[in-house]
């Protein structure tokens, strides 16, 4: 069956960078882009971007603009995503979810997991 | 001020009918598709529709979905204690160049 499989959680303090990863299985990696959400304690999911899985191109959130990368394995069906210069209000946890399209769609299905990251001194 | 409005709780009885309102905007709503999504208490958020009013396979036929303008409604038919959880639409917003989701509809099966 579809699954994805997110790493472990982290706990960074201020100014670091966290790296995350989502492992696909069950369909052809490349077919399909990576979309990744983040949802703080007790808010609503915050889509953070995607990644196309086959080229590597990548859109991302105005508001983490310049502090998020996407990036991908084709050869491990794994999607990264690294956010730098965290802050307590990164404090969140992170999902990665297979998207039904880019830019224009807000369909995913299956999502991972989920990874918690705690930002804290 | 949220860009997609839910009310924040909805509640009904076994058996009952509820639905549940999403509010956009002609650059979220009123120009792409609708998505629902059930969030149970500790674990991922889960597609419930998609394109407006499509279940995938696996989601019962309770569940519903409708579009009218700017606005989407959720509805949920013979209401079962598993139904409690957060509901959230989600739309991609023209405007902002970005996915939005709702504020979320917490459900509680009286």
Known sequence: ?121 | QSVLTQPPSASGTPGQRVTISCSGSSSNIGSNSVNWYQQLPGTAPKLLIYINNERPSGVPDRFSGSKSGASASLAISGLQSEDEAHYYCAVWDDSLNGVVFGGGTKLTVL
């Open chain 1, 1 to 121: 069956q579809v699954q994805l499989v997110q790493s472990g959680a982290e706990v960074k303090k201020p100014g670091a960078s966290v790296k995350v990863s989502c492992k696909a299985s069950g369909y052809t990696f490349t077919t399909y882009p990576i979309h990744w959400m983040r949802q703080a304690p007790g808010q609503r999911p915050e889509w953070v971007g995607w990644i196309n899985a086959d080229i590597g191109n990548t859109k991302h959130s105005q508001k983490l603009q310049g502090r998020v990368t996407l990036t991908r394995d084709t050869s491990a069906s794994t999607a990264y995503m690294e956010l730098s210069s965290l802050t307590s209000e990164d404090t969140a946890v992170y999902y990665c979810a297979r998207g039904w399209g880019y830019s224009g769609y807000a369909r995913f299905d299956p999502w991972g997991q989920g990874t918690l990251v705690i930002v804290s001194s």
